[in-house]
């Protein structure tokens, strides 16, 4: 394979003039540039895109930071990120993030385009102080999923979201509504599910509905966590009738303890998640759709555009929220009917 040493002989020039005509410099002679790229054809050379990249002071990566990558909803977003950088000379580099230790030492570490030539940020809020400075090194930034000053961020309405799937429930007729949220006090500063819970709430009082505290439980967004707190829930000496997840994974989970406790969804009890992840449709949830995929991509545009010297201002792209009916949800079952409650069965569902 020829390399850029094989060109300058070729050309008569040395390496420094071959990789200026590479980049488009002005400050090459146009019978001395005739002569570079002729020796390009003659020997099909193939400039490496990442000593080109280095060469301009890029190295030609993006980086993404994210937290638990291996959740649904992240992995579905980085394939929006994937998708946005299909065709783009950039390659992806994924910091992930266990911990705020984690986080702080990522971004710390990015003090310029030696690492990243930009950076997306996945549902992790950035101190003002960190994105100052990364502006200042002239690294652009894009947030997804989380509020941020001074750069572009996409969000969606989480409130917005937690009325949508509580009103969903109120007008099937339900009553004794639960909610599955995350630990508020979690390190990361995670507001999400917060604000789908305000959602819950609001819609709670609007309907005249008392909140009942023994109905709400926190704990991870995973299934296991769900199937945990569901099976509270359910042993309560007054169960809910319906439950909202406040994300899929919890939401499985609360499929799992329905059958665990010999019940049927959503005859004894409606199920709601909020996200829409993959395996939602599959198993038939009914659950808020946020747009996971489509705020990856549209955030890597946005880092796109900022590195092609068109740097988007620092506005909020707020994504649409949509309710995704399935056959998790049905009107209330009445609670004075002795038979409302299933016998146990092989399959719950």
Same mark, same amino acid.
């Given at each position: 394979?020829?390399?850029?040493?094989?060109?300058?002989?070729?050309?008569?020039?040395?390496?420094?003039?071959?990789?200026?005509?590479?980049?488009?410099?002005?400050?090459?002679?146009?019978?001395?540039?005739?002569?570079?790229?002729?020796?390009?054809?003659?020997?099909?050379?193939?400039?490496?895109?990442?000593?080109?990249?280095?060469?301009?002071?890029?190295?030609?990566?993006?980086?993404?930071?994210?937290?638990?990558?291996?959740?649904?909803?992240?992995?579905?977003?980085?394939?929006?990120?994937?998708?946005?950088?299909?065709?783009?000379?950039?390659?992806?580099?994924?910091?992930?993030?266990?911990?705020?230790?984690?986080?702080?030492?990522?971004?710390?570490?990015?003090?310029?385009?030696?690492?990243?030539?930009?950076?997306?940020?996945?549902?992790?809020?950035?101190?003002?102080?960190?994105?100052?400075?990364?502006?200042?090194?002239?690294?652009?930034?894009?947030?997804?999923?989380?509020?941020?000053?001074?750069?572009?961020?996409?969000?969606?309405?989480?409130?917005?979201?937690?009325?949508?799937?509580?009103?969903?429930?109120?007008?099937?007729?339900?009553?004794?509504?639960?909610?599955?949220?995350?630990?508020?006090?979690?390190?990361?500063?995670?507001?999400?599910?917060?604000?789908?819970?305000? +959602?819950? $709430?609001?819609?709670?009082? &609007? %309907? @005249?509905?008392? *909140?009942? =505290?023994? /109905?709400?439980?926190? #704990?991870?967004? !995973?299934?296991?966590?769900?199937?945990?707190?569901?099976?509270?829930?359910?042993?309560?000496?007054?169960?809910?009738?319906?439950?909202?997840?406040?994300?899929?994974?919890?939401?499985? +989970?609360? $499929?799992?303890?329905?059958? &665990? %406790? @010999?019940?049927? *969804?959503? =005859?004894? /009890?409606?199920?709601? #998640?909020?996200? !829409?992840?993959?395996?939602?449709?599959?198993?038939?949830?009914?659950?808020?759709?946020?747009?996971?995929?489509?705020?990856?991509?549209?955030?890597?545009?946005?880092?796109?555009?900022?590195?092609?010297?068109?740097?988007?201002?620092?506005?909020?792209?707020?994504?649409?929220?949509? /309710?995704?009916?399935?056959?998790?949800?049905?009107?209330?079952?009445?609670?004075?009917?002795?038979?409302?409650?299933?016998?146990?069965?092989?399959?719950?569902?």
């Amino acid at each position: 394979m020829p390399t850029i040493a094989d060109v300058a002989a070729h050309a008569g020039v040395g390496q420094g003039t071959v990789s200026r005509v590479l980049n488009g410099s002005p400050k090459v002679r146009d019978a001395t540039r005739a002569r570079v790229l002729s020796a390009i054809e003659l020997l099909d050379y193939r400039p490496n895109p990442l000593a080109r990249g280095l060469s301009r002071g890029r190295c030609q990566t993006l980086g993404v930071v994210v937290p638990f990558f291996t959740h649904a909803s992240a992995i579905e977003r980085l394939r929006g990120v994937a998708s946005g950088l299909d065709g783009s000379r950039y390659d992806l580099v994924l910091f992930n993030v266990e911990s705020p230790v984690h986080r702080d030492e990522h971004i710390a570490s990015i003090t310029g385009r030696d690492r990243a030539d930009g950076l997306l940020v996945l549902s992790l809020p950035v101190a003002d102080r960190d994105l100052q400075r990364l502006t200042a090194a002239g690294v652009p930034v894009v947030l997804v999923d989380a509020p941020g000053t001074g750069v572009p961020t996409v969000v969606t309405d989480d409130r917005a979201g937690g009325r949508v799937a509580t009103q969903h429930l109120v007008d099937l007729g339900h009553r004794a509504i639960g909610y599955l949220g995350h630990d508020p006090s979690n390190p990361f500063g995670f507001t999400a599910t917060d604000d789908r819970e305000a +959602g819950y $709430l609001e819609v709670l009082a &609007d %309907a @005249g509905l008392p *909140v009942r =505290r023994e /109905l709400i439980r926190y #704990g991870p967004h !995973d299934r296991e966590a769900g199937r945990a707190l569901a099976a509270e829930l359910l042993a309560e000496p007054h169960p809910p009738t319906a439950i909202f997840a406040s994300s899929d994974a919890q939401a499985m +989970g609360v $499929l799992a303890a329905t059958e &665990d %406790a @010999g019940l049927r *969804v959503p =005859r004894d /009890l409606s199920v709601i #998640g909020f996200d !829409d992840v993959e395996l939602s449709s599959y198993v038939g949830l009914t659950t808020v759709r946020q747009p996971l995929f489509e705020s990856g991509r549209l955030g890597v545009e946005l880092l796109l555009a900022a590195l092609a010297g068109d740097p988007p201002p620092p506005t909020v792209h707020a994504l649409p929220l949509e /309710l995704v009916v399935r056959s998790t949800t049905a009107p209330a079952p009445r609670r004075h009917d002795p038979n409302h409650i299933s016998q146990p069965r092989g399959n719950a569902r």
